[in-house]
C-alpha cells in the first residue's frame, strides 16, 4: 500500500493546492485514481458504499475483494474542510465524529476485510484542535507511522462531554497503527491508520 498513500497524497495536495472545490467525495474519488494508478487493484475489484456487516442501514465506503494473495480491504473516509461561511466549526463534536467513523470501521470483522484503513484528510481549524494538548488527542493526531494506539472505554471518558456524546453508543475497543503523515499544502494534513482488531 505504500506506493498507493504516496500517490494519493501526490494527488489530492495538486488537487487542494489548484483550488478546486473539494468535497469527502472528491476525496474518496482522488483515492479511488490512486489505487488505479499505483496498480494495486482493477476498478473491477472497487466496491462503493458496500453494505455494513453487523450494522443495519450503514455502508463500508470503499471495499476492495480479494484476490489471489490480497486480502479483501475495508476503507472508510473524513474529511473535515473549512466551513464555507468562514464561521467556527463545532470543533469538538468533529472530533467525536471522527472516532465515531472509526470505530465504525473497527466492527467491520477481520473475516470480512483483514486489512482496514481509515483515511482522513483535515483542514487547519481540525488539524489545530486535534495539535491542541488540551484537547487531549495530539498523540492520536501525530501517531508515528508503525506506532500502535488504544481506543478504549476510558479513552472516551476522558474526553470532553460534546465528544463522548457523539462517539459513546460505538465504543469498540481496539488498536489503531499510524501508517501514513502528510501535512499538505493550505494548512491541510492528510492521515491514515490503520485498524489492528
Not at 21 to 43: I, N, P, Q, W
Not at 46 to 71: C, W, Y
Not at 80 to 87: A, L, N, Q, S, V
Request: aromatic share 14%; net charge neutral; charged share 20%.
Amino acid at each position: 500500500m505504500n506506493e498507493v498513500w504516496q500517490v494519493f497524497s501526490s494527488l489530492i495536495d495538486e488537487r487542494l493546492s489548484s483550488g478546486a472545490f473539494t468535497t469527502e467525495d472528491s476525496v474518496r474519488y482522488t483515492f479511488f485514481l490512486a489505487l488505479l494508478k499505483a496498480g494495486f487493484c482493477d476498478h473491477t475489484d472497487i466496491l462503493l458504499e458496500m453494505p455494513h456487516p453487523t450494522i443495519q442501514k450503514a455502508e463500508v465506503d470503499l471495499f476492495i475483494r480479494p484476490i489471489g494473495n490480497r486480502p479483501a480491504t475495508a476503507f472508510e473516509f473524513k474529511f473535515d474542510r473549512p466551513i464555507p461561511c468562514g464561521k467556527n466549526a463545532p470543533r469538538t463534536q468533529k472530533a467525536g465524529a471522527v472516532f465515531k467513523d472509526l470505530l465504525r470501521l473497527a466492527r467491520v470483522p477481520r473475516s470480512v476485510a483483514p486489512q482496514r484503513f481509515f483515511i482522513y484528510l483535515a483542514a487547519n481549524e481540525m488539524t489545530d484542535y486535534f495539535r491542541n494538548p488540551q484537547n487531549r488527542l495530539r498523540s492520536f493526531f501525530e501517531l508515528p507511522e508503525g506506532e500502535v494506539y488504544p481506543i478504549t472505554p476510558e479513552f472516551v471518558q476522558g474526553q470532553a462531554a460534546t465528544f463522548q456524546s457523539v462517539v459513546h453508543e460505538w465504543v469498540t475497543p481496539c488498536h489503531i497503527m499510524g501508517v501514513h503523515r502528510y501535512n499538505l499544502s493550505h494548512g491541510f494534513a492528510l492521515r491514515i491508520f490503520q485498524v489492528l482488531d
